[in-house]
């Protein structure tokens, strides 16, 4: 067997072949960082979209004594506790994505859902107490009792026409989005009286306490509590999850 050299003398790759090559790397390169992009920013879809609020008409809101307000069917197995703060994108954005999914749920009756709104950030907005008084207006529509009614009325607030911080919505604002939601002229006027701002503003300090308690000392919105377990909203299956 010979071990001289071999006579093949490899052919130096072409210009051509070197800039495709280079292309397809840069292709690769530009794709993995536009998916670690997209799996970094949690981009979530938007649940049952399509759903809308609650529907069923035997769906109640009942107003409280401590001020939250209680959505979902007399009967219904299992209920959640979602802290929000009115003006609060974080909770916009939670009611844009899960709202719809909660909606449907509700109305099957696999849930209810007992909201307790807190107001620390009142300084964010335009008049120093939006909070406040969209907490008040909240209560004036769950007071009628109708649970499609205050859903609506609900859904628009958190989402369509959240105000942004450093803004807010009027008294006569919030009286025209109830109005529009199917809410009695008795909600109306009980929003644009102030009826019930006082009370919302000492019941809205003690969510506030009662958060702080339940995420020792923190006070963070959203936060959505299955009984005392925090529920971890950034699993987009979350909803299924706690009523399959």
């Known amino acids: 067997m ?15 072949t070197t800039y495709a090559l280079g292309a397809v790397a840069l292709v690769l390169i530009l794709l993995i960082v536009f998916f670690a992009y997209r799996w970094g920013s949690g981009e979530a879809e938007v649940r049952n979209d399509g759903y809308g609020s609650v529907r069923n008409p035997a769906v109640t809101a009942a107003l409280q004594s401590d001020g939250g307000v209680r959505l979902g069917l007399p009967d219904a197995p ?17 009611e844009h994505l899960y709202g719809q999914e909660l909606s449907q749920k509700i ?12 107001n620390f950030l009142d300084p964010k907005s335009a008049a120093g107490d939006y909070s ?16 499609v009614v205050f859903s609506k009325f609900h859904e628009t607030l958190f989402t369509t026409r959240q105000p942004e911080e450093g803004s807010d919505l009027s008294d006569d604002e919030l009286a025209t989005i109830a109005a529009e939601a199917g809410a009695p002229a008795s909600a109306g006027d009980c929003i644009t009286t102030g009826a019930r701002v006082e ?25 959505v509590f299955d009984v005392a377990t925090k529920i971890d909203v950034q699993n987009q299956g979350w909803v299924q999850q706690v009523a399959p």
């Open 2 to 16: 010979s071990n001289s050299p071999s006579d093949y003398t490899p052919r130096p790759m072409s210009n051509r």
């Open 78 to 94: 299992k209920t959640l506790e979602i802290y929000e703060d009115p003006i609060c994108p974080g909770c916009g954005n939670l």
């Open 107 to 118: 109305d099957e009756g696999k849930l209810a859902v007992r909201y307790r709104f807190v």
């Open 199 to 223: 009370a919302a503003r000492t019941q809205a300090s003690g969510a506030v306490d009662d958060l702080k308690a339940a995420l020792e000392g923190d006070a963070a919105t959203p936060s």
């Open 132 to 147: 406040t008084r969209a907490t008040a207006a909240l209560q004036c529509v769950a007071d009628s009792g109708s649970g």
